[in-house]
């Protein structure tokens, strides 16, 4: 069995090193296309993330005036709840708002005093009458000037770039990852051409079909499993290189730490995963294999 | 009557005696191979051999003494008619039980097939290896098979070293590492000088004589000539002419 495996491995390797070139294309291009998915994929986890604890869509954040009484508090919410499209009004009090903030982002918030106000979050249902609740919010007494914010420009520009993100990633990786698989297809291709005399003599001597072809599925494996070895790698230097940028603008923009594992474990199989499915299209063809 | 030996009846008796007798392990019945939509390579071709001749084919180039060859092998596959080898319809079986087959046969094909970056032995061991073999076995059963067809002392030799009479030895010693009963060899001698092309056949004969069924395609007269004894199949134009 071992032994087996040793003499199908060895193949595969040696159709590698003397197909050094064409090994090298489908490298690169498999790397480029893992590299931009996969970075795509990660850039897109962080930022999401990051929006997430941003208000949502649906809510409304009312800032409110330090004086005032708990009864002026209770009818002003009792108003906003009975508002078209409002769905619930919650009390968050400065205290509560500081101890999340300062849970969320603990070296922003250290050795200052809490600089917020009271505010309500108020749920919408209905995103279309975010308008006219803000309006109706904002001419209240106790509620600050420019009190009320709701999908903020930072919400909006996130989610602009979250779409952008999506359709540049997965237009520029799909095309990588076409190109890469034409390329792979052919690798395989060029080794049967290259490798004809040794196939023609297996088959002639009465070697089965999988020991034929498994070198083949190997070699696509290591094509695709390599590239998307040194597309980790590549991404590890882009968030380095991200978090040295960042670090200019200390501000409230943090890079997010990236899942190691997760980053070469899925790129790694994915790419193998690929190489796998191109090989094999590669060596269906019947041309090439008596 | 005039019963020649071509007599399709004849061939058809001698077959059904064969299979009375229980040694024919060839057969071809109504075999018709067509390359492509004009080409036709063999028309009607009926014979069988049985267990332990030598045979020769021969014919001129594009006779279709190859094609018969490849039959046997499963390289082609006929149009019409069936090829049969030691009771298995060679021309209808599964694809996946090609591999096993061609296990049974040595197959010594007319240009070596010889890898030229491997060394002699490599080359053996590199074919026993694609069946299969494990390390141990090849290390163990290289020796003999070179000392059989006389090349030993030329284990370490790359293809390109030696002359055209080891390069088909080499490629006799490759259909060798399947223990097989049955060896079709294509125009063994068609590189070779007299003296190896007489080496090459008592080679065959040799091997012949310890069991196997030799077919052997060429149009070497002098071959012919030397080894007058065995049976003589005469191809001409996809045709049996003389049986
Ligand atoms: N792969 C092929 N494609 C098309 N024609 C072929 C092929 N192989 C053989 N032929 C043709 O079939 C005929 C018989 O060929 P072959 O069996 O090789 O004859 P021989 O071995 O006696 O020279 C010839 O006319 C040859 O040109
Ligand atoms: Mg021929």
């Keep these: 069995m071992l032994d087996r495996l040793e003499f199908l491995v060895s193949e595969a390797f040696t159709a590698l090193r003397r197909n050094t070139w064409m090994s090298f294309a489908a490298i690169t291009t498999s790397c480029m296309a893992l590299f931009l998915l996969g970075g795509m994929a990660f850039a897109y986890r962080g930022i999401a993330g990051y929006a997430e604890t941003l208000p949502s869509k649906l809510e409304v954040r009312v800032f409110l005036v330090d004086k005032r009484t708990d009864f002026e508090t209770k009818q002003a919410m009792e108003q906003i709840g009975k508002l078209k499209g409002v769905r619930k009004v919650a009390l968050v009090t400065k205290a509560e708002a500081w101890a999340k903030l300062q849970r969320e982002m603990p070296d922003i918030t250290k050795g200052i005093s809490n600089p917020l106000p009271d505010a309500f979050n108020v749920s919408l ?96 494996i290591i094509q695709g499993a390599i590239g998307g070895l040194i597309a980790s ?37 994915l790419g193998a995963l690929y190489g796998l499915i191109c090989s094999m299209f590669a060596v269906r063809d019947p041309r090439g294999i008596a | 009557m005039g019963l020649s030996l071509t007599d399709p009846n004849l061939i058809v008796l001698r077959g059904t005696l064969g299979f009375l007798a229980g040694v024919a392990n060839i057969e071809f019945k109504g075999v018709c191979v067509e390359y492509g939509k004009y080409v036709r390579a063999l028309t009607d071709v009926s014979f069988t051999v049985e267990k332990g001749e030598f045979v020769f084919f021969v014919g001129r180039t594009g006779s279709g003494k190859s094609t018969i060859l490849k039959l046997l092998s499963r390289e082609v596959q006929p149009t019409r008619g069936t090829v049969s080898f030691d009771g298995l319809d060679v021309s209808n079986m599964p694809e996946r039980d ?29 074919a026993m290896r694609a069946v299969g073999k494990r390390r141990i076995e090849v290390r163990k059963a290289i ?23 080891e390069q088909q030895r080499l490629a006799i010693a490759r259909a060798l590492i399947n223990s097989p009963q049955l060896i079709l060899a294509d125009e063994p001698t068609g590189n070779l000088d007299a003296d190896h092309s007489i080496e090459i056949i008592s080679l065959l004969q040799e091997l012949n004589q310890q069991g196997a069924t030799v077919l052997v395609a060429t149009h070497d007269l002098l071959v012919l000539e030397k080894f007058s004894q065995h049976r003589v199949v005469t191809m001409e134009k996809g045709q049996i002419s003389h049986a």
């Design chain 1, 125 to 220: 249902s209905d995103v279309d009458e975010a308008n006219k609740v803000a309006a109706s919010i904002r001419k209240m007494p106790i509620v600050e000037k420019e009190g009320v914010k709701y999908e903020g420009e930072t919400q909006a520009l996130l989610s602009q770039t979250l779409t952008l993100l999506r359709w540049v990633g997965s237009a520029l990786g799909g095309l990588m990852l076409l190109t890469s698989a034409v390329l792979i297809y052919n690798a395989i291709r060029m080794t049967i051409v290259a490798r004809r005399r040794e196939i023609r003599i297996m088959s002639l001597v009465g070697a089965t079909r999988s020991t034929i072809v498994i070198p083949l599925l190997i070699e696509g």
């Design chain 1, 233 to 269: 790698f590549l991404i590890l230097a882009g968030h380095q290189l991200l978090i040295r940028l960042m670090a200019n603008f200390a501000g409230f923009i943090r890079v997010g730490s990236l899942p190691l594992v997760l980053v070469f474990g899925s790129l790694v199989a």
């Design chain 2, 98 to 126: 090609v591999p096993s087959l061609r296990r049974r046969m040595g197959i010594v094909p007319q240009d070596f097939g010889l890898l030229p970056r491997k060394k002699a032995w490599e080359n053996i061991g590199y």
């Design chain 2, 143 to 165: 020796e003999p098979i070179l000392e059989n067809v006389n090349l030993a002392h030329r284990a370490d030799a790359f293809p390109t070293e030696m002359s055209g009479g």
